[in-house]
């Protein structure tokens, strides 16, 4: 089906783990971007994507690393994984990256991550 | 002062009732506007589009005021199924990296 997927939508891990979290979309959008949303924080932007080979930084990337060697997938790796990393992420992506009323983003379901 | 200000909540509003939602904003240089809705450990969704004239879709409406810097939305006749977090989300015309979410507000609707 078309559409934004994440995995798993559950993690369990231990601190200094390695943890890659996965995020596929269908509609081939160019911009792809990964938050965390934290209570007290709303939702924060980690990386981003605005085509294929191209990844830039947000607001919160330390910690954190991305690749996207085809358009349809945005992985976001946790290098050494820490209890405040423990958070909900949302992978989104955009035709135009929210440039213009017509192009909001679509969020995939989320993965909730525990940092132990 | 943030970038993208809301009024956190919650709003309890009976079945029935009119409710608005103001949300303001710090950069005059933003030039998209939208309204996202996240329910309860759920992904925010598409909710609609702000445009300059304003716009309408059934039961909500949804307001810029460009000079003030505010956005509004407004839900008339508000059902149990609108209880939810309402995200004020603005984006400069530059920047991909300065998509702003807002922290949202949340409206539980009351039989």
Redesign the interface.
Known sequence: DAGITQSPRYKITETGRQVTLMCHQTWSHSYMFWYRQDLGHGLRLIYYSAAADITDKGEVPDGYVVSRSKTENFPLTLESATRSQTSVYFCASSERGGQGPNYGYTFGSGTRLTVV | RKEVEQDPGPFNVPEGATVAFNCTYSNSAS????W?RQDCR?????LM???SSGNEDGRFTAQLNRASQYISLLIRDSKLSDSATY?C?V?S?TS??K?I????TSLSVIP
């Open positions: 030039q998209s506007f939208f996202y759920k992904e925010p969704k598409l589009s702000v445009y995200l989300v984006n015309r991909y990296d998509v979410f807002g922290p949202g």
